[in-house]
């Protein structure tokens, strides 16, 4: 692999600072984690997006959360047709393998993906409609998502978008048999949340009242 | 999506607690963030494992990475076949979109999925071989790493096949047209790394000694 | 003392959090607690079982529950023989100096400490019974216990021994003077508890009926 | 045991409360810590006292923090006399059986223990220095402690004395061969807190100043 190139000078910096510091303090730990493997509490699928880490939201230890994380938080349906499936991948191996307890959805404001599925569902990125683009074909999952906001006024349509593809996430994670049976024993619970980056709001699906509400 | 819980008492605890200090602290920034939208420097490719945060490693600052995770860190061969590809559309918006200036792909030892790969390759899972099973046909990805290392001593051959799992995702890449000429016009460089978990240390692919040295 | 190492720093993050939010919320509270001295209504003896919070099981103020942990929530006799006795020192301080008006033993399942005095006595821990061993001498005090259950089914002997930890520690408790005084004269109550940690059941002792039953 | 008594009904009322919310929010994590054991990552050992409780101060999940609790936070000097030793033996317990990467001692102010031996020491206290005093002897494992204050001004002799007891456990921690080989290899770190708990600051002790500072 003649193209890998050595990592930028401050990341080898700061690779030797938490060597030297965070690493160091909790070697003990580390080994330990690596010696008997993992056993998280819970799985996360979040966003790739950059300004949207869990584990500082909520001060995660090492060996805590599995983490997946994907363009707009999205899960697929169930569809064991032999071809790859990373999301699908990952919560098999964090339900059946690791055994979580919780299955966490966290979406987020300002998602790229999410403006971009409303950009195409509404016209305005036919580019994204093409069978090429990966991220297009990615978002086709949010469009019964833009179905259920389209007549909403037109600054609510983003946010409430956002706050379909977690619900269309957990749906989805329901016609995975072994996630609905996790959840049926009570073996597993899922949970929905939405965070604002720009306010740092975290707020969660509640199915009482069928909408977010701040925590 | 009446299946959804509250959030465990714990975790509301601790967002509040990041909300009151590390939020609070860097509101201006999340704020400027939120406002003008994410400008990553890097997109990282890391595996789910709870054990594995590149956050932490490298010190990251929200905003600067953009992080895919999936199982064992894989990234398939580019596929424009209208199909749904998490990665593919993870990496297209990185390069196409945000304009990331590095892609680097993170293994890990211990890895539960290269385990796994290595299992069902060695014929000791043929549980992993069945078209329904999304891990068995997502780490069908890693099969000729298996390949390249099946005629190593045994011991070595888990960690080799960890490492090939990023060599594959970086030959993997150069399959995509716009990472090809993102890497070829010098507007974006590939780096591969891989951590020993236990003991902290990080190594990384040097092409001119054909592996992987510390770092 | 040169072995002192820093905190680790996700419970550095999570101190700051907390002092931001539950200590800044209630600090006319704490800042009248340290003032005043604390007045706890009870002492509660438990295990040091990670899974065993009574501070959360009763929603604990700070300043109400006097707390004595150790394994397996166990009280030895009064001996006031000169040397150091931890557990009666915590004790005679609570009831003495303090002046609590319950004193509550919490037993728990799956209790490891308790586990390893049965492996004791029916002879699977020959290590145990060394003079050496700490946790022997310790599991010593529930050796009585054995004998009250070592007849019945075998699958039933670990739970009646962790009950067995709860009534012992109450009778040792009764032959404290300073005890036997407090709750002869009505001024102090006992009380026995035990906890199904998996299903998170509390049972009580009931002298009328003989045996723990649910709360 | 005739003595026991039905628990008080604000309790019972509590505890109905907590098993209808965090233990049914959560039962997924309990009853998986049930069947698997408990695998925490740190002992922690802290005071009695109803105002500190380390599993607020650190967001604590179930299952993470092995704690005893004693009188001033006292760590006994290694004493295989075959004798009862509660302290030694979760000491044992955590290291031996649980293997925990950290072992944090937390003292704190306004501890009246350390008021107790203070005044003991002074010669303010005859009634402690009797042999039948359970809490004057368990206070002496912290003489030594006060001759390294005694010759402070007086409005700080408290202060530091409540430091000395953690120094003194870190110390007599160190006596025992399992936690010094722990130590020595690196499978455990060290640590000393000193919370003062109107301020809710938190202090650890820097071998490198050689007193306690800020975290």
Redesign the interface.
Known sequence: ????????GF??Q??????A?????????????????????A?VISC????V?V?????????????????AN?V?PHA???????????????VN?L?V??L?VVGH??C??VQGCHDMCSGKAPELEQ?????G?????LRPGYERVKDLPEDEQLTALEKQAV?IS??NL?TFPFVASA?ES????????WN???????E????KVGRFVP?
Chains 1, 2, 3, 4 share one sequence.
């Open positions: 692999m003649q193209h890998a190139r050595p990592l930028p990341l080898v700061r690779y030797h600072g938490w060597r510091t965070t690493w160091s303090e909790n070697s003990a730990w580390y080994r330990r984690l690596a010696e008997e493997g993992q056993r998280p509490r799985m790739c997006d950059s300004r880490h584990t500082s939201i909520f001060g995660a230890d090492q060996g805590e959360f599995f983490i997946h994380r994907n363009i999205l697929p064991p047709d032999g071809q790859q499936h990373g999301t699908s991948a990952a919560i098999e191996y964090a393998a055994k307890a919780h966490i404001s300002r790229g993906g069978a090429s683009s990966f991220v074909r990615w978002m086709d999952l619900l957990l749906e329901m959840v009570g073996d597993m619970t899922l949970h929905g949340l604002d980056i720009g306010e740092g709001r975290l969660q699906y509640d199915p925590i």
